[in-house]
């Protein structure tokens, strides 16, 4: 499994231009800017976008599309189940750009940013807790908001809700 | 009382664990207490840990997690050689101490719980264990419509409600391409900034406490008072307000707020002269807060960490400035930045952006527009309470409203405001139905305690206390 996920050497060159091949390109619908690399030029494209100024990794979070499959995704991208969402900050221009990377739900692992944002560190953390994404070279990847001998990951779209019973007639049940 | 389901998970959920996180069974405690008379002791050890969340003992550590925690880390990438005596990775575990601060400390704000690995007085490495507040709120907002989505954000920074309740209508309006009527916008503004005002003054009351300045923090909470009360008189709540909403705010401000406004912009800016000689010029204080907690700008962009944090390293980054949000390009303020990343310069950012949210808060009562409070569409809000007893689609859309909600079109959109802690960020999925499929916050306190090692190591343990404070971490929002 992990030897899988591991980050594999990309043959492109990683040169000025962040639109290498491997690295799907798109504008969301309120005007921003959306890009979708595969697991292998994932580590790249995001430090392209180090060198070329965004100094920051604002946020990285989990989503698990289990039951919305038929999402809009640009050509070239295959849906998977997991998406690992990294909203990445230039100060110095003042601009967002967004990176959505599809994960699978039989390999569920991705690189860790952590080399290139130790920012990512908690965040990391988070989406593994949530989420059983597995950040491969993340130095410490425990659970961090629930205890530790939790079972399962309950931001996962299969893990029930839960609920207090009530006692009034025709109340659902525990989903 | 019946069991409580909600804490059973119904399966596994997917894929296997993988292999690094099998479980290990907690440590069992010190070695001292593995004889007899000292099972109950153990038995309390055993229970109340994290395991593998906690800060282990240097030599269980492996050496890119124990360079992460005294933060060598942050220089290695930046092609600096490290200088080795600043990681004394060596140095061996019977001459350090790993203390307990927290979950159940006065100064920790909260349930946060640190463990502080000490030589001596001297911090070394510091951990967070965070989540004794986790309430799975992310979690419950997928069983929300967008209607009731702002009363569950409200709750999660609890001491600014509003900005919490303002970046989900935001996120819920952009993907509505919503055009917002401007007095909409301008009442949001007044909040807000009100709401930072109210949260800056707790954290000078906080603070002052945590110093020992028992007079800062009556007076702290006696100006926060004054805000509270015009929110309860504007909102009907203290806290959790709910009243800013996708599509607008629940109601028009109260007739005379002009007044209300003006009185606590008088008050707090005169008070705000009196905390200056309270506190500022005190040299007890300046000794206690000046050079402690430093942290430089490479290292606090590294760590993404935002707001008044980052600010006090001298990196002048508002999202109200550089991204503007609502009205903010409107009205004449200024950001408000440090130089030494210091204890103080985080109290007086803080001070200051007090002062300039009441200059704010000024031009907004001369600017207020006249007009409508909401949206008129009648999908998003609910119509006037007059129009339900004369129209019979009023009382329906009324109706749908709070039973339905609305629908918001499929997309997903990331959107960020300043709250008084830093970049508060909403990112929302949806799959074209009344409910959220996916909403997570990014909150500012909980990226910005991955700071906390860094500027702990090497200080006294007493100052650690007044480290974290400057942070201005609120549980409720690192835990969710």
Redesign the interface.
């Known amino acids: ?2 030897a899988a996920g591991a980050p594999e050497v990309v043959a492109e060159p990683t040169g000025a231009s962040h639109s290498g091949g491997g690295v799907a390109r798109a504008t ?3 005007g ?1 800017e959306v890009v979708f690399p595969t697991r292998q030029s994932y580590v790249d494209a995001v430090r392209d976008y180090r060198d070329s100024g965004f ?5 990285l ?1 989990g ?2 599309y289990l ?2 499959p038929g ?2 995704l640009p050509n070239g991208v295959a849906p998977e189940r997991f998406e690992v ?1 990294v ?1 990445l900050l230039s ?1 110095s221009q ?1 601009r ?1 750009v ?1 990176v959505r990377l599809q994960v699978p ?5 991705v690189p860790s940013l ?10 990391e953390r ?1 989406a ?1 807790d ?1 989420f ?1 994404i ?1 950040f491969v070279g993340h ?18 779209k ?8 009530v006692q009034f007639k025709g109340a659902p049940g ?2 | 009382m ?1 069991d ?12 296997p ?5 099998v ?1 290990d069974p ?1 440590p069992s405690g010190d070695e001292f207490l593995d004889d007899g008379p000292f099972d109950r002791a153990q038995g309390l050890v055993a229970e109340t ?5 906690e800060l282990s003992r240097r030599s269980e550590t ?1 050496p ?2 124990l ?2 925690e005294v933060g060598a ?2 220089r290695l ?1 930046e092609g600096v050689a490290v200088d080795p005596s600043d990681i004394d990775i060596e140095q061996t575990d019977d001459e350090t101490m790993i203390i307990n601060m927290g979950p159940q400390h006065p100064s920790t704000h909260g349930v946060l719980r640190l463990m502080l690995e000490l030589d001596g007085e001297t911090v070394l490495r510091t951990k967070p264990v ?2 004794y507040l ?1 309430t ?1 709120m ?2 419950t907002a997928e ?1 929300l419509t967008y209607v009731q989505g702002s009363t569950n954000v409200t709750r999660m920074d609890y001491l600014a409600p509003l900005h919490n309740e303002l970046v989900l209508s935001l996120a819920v309006e ?2 509505l ?1 919503a055009e917002m009527p401007p007095r909409s916008d301008w009442i949001r503004m007044l909040m807000v900034e009100l709401n930072r005002v109210s949260s800056h003054l707790m954290w000078m009351a906080t603070n002052g406490m945590d110093l020992g300045s028992t007079s800062m923090m009556i007076y702290g909470f006696r100006e926060r008072e004054m805000v509270l009360a015009f929110f309860e008189k504007t909102t009907g709540l203290r806290m959790n307000h709910n009243f800013i909403r996708p599509g607008g705010t629940a109601a028009d401000l109260p007739d005379g707020w002009e007044d209300d406004v003006t009185v606590i912009c008088d008050t707090v800016m005169e008070r705000t002269d009196e905390y200056d000689e309270l506190l500022t010029g005190q040299p007890l204080f300046r000794q206690r807060s000046e050079g402690i907690g430093t942290l430089s700008a490479e290292e606090a ?6 707001g008044p944090v980052l600010r006090s390293t001298g ?1 002048p ?1 508002d999202l109200r400035r ?2 503007p949000y609502l009205r903010y390009d409107e009205v004449d303020f200024d950001v408000i930045v440090g130089t030494y990343g210091d204890n103080f310069d985080r109290y007086s950012i803080r001070l200051n952006e007090i002062r300039e949210s009441v200059k704010i808060i000024r031009q907004i009562v001369e600017k207020m527009p006249a007009g409508d409070y909401r949206i008129q569409d009648k999908k998003v809000t609910p119509p006037p309470r007059g129009r339900i007893d004369e129209s019979m689609e009023a009382l329906i859309h009324h109706f749908k409203v709070f039973t339905e909600g609305f629908k918001v ?6 959107v ?1 405001v300043e709250s008084p802690r830093g ?1 508060l ?1 909403c ?1 929302l ?1 949806s ?1 074209g139905s009344p409910k959220a ?2 909403m ?1 916050i ?1 909150g500012p306190s ?2 910005n ?2 700071g906390l090692p860094l500027m702990m190591r090497g200080g006294l343990l007493a100052d650690a206390v007044a480290v974290c404070s400057t942070i201005d971490p609120v549980m409720g929002e690192v ?2």
């Open positions: 499994m992990t969301s619908r309120p921003q100094e920051m990794c604002s946020d979070c989503v698990d039951t919305h999402r809009t969402v909203n100060l003042a967002r967004r739900e039989s390999d569920a692992t952590f080399d290139l944002y130790p920012g990512t560190e908690a965040m988070e593994f949530l059983g597995v130095p410490d990847m425990t659970r961090i908001l629930l205890p530790e001998d939790w079972e399962g990951h309950p931001l996962r299969d893990y029930g809700v839960g609920r207090v019973p525990p989903r | 019946s409580v389901q909600a804490t059973t998970p119904t399966d596994g959920a997917g894929a664990p993988h292999p690094d996180t479980l907690p840990s994290e395991g593998v969340q492996d890119s997690q360079r992460r880390v942050l990438p965070i989540g986790h799975g992310e979690k069983e952009a993907l391409g962009l590294a760590l993404s960490l935002t990196v980054w550089s991204m079109p499929e997309g997903e959109v990331y960020a970049e960020g990112y999925v799959d499929y996916r997570h990014r909980f990226v305690l991955q835990d969710r």
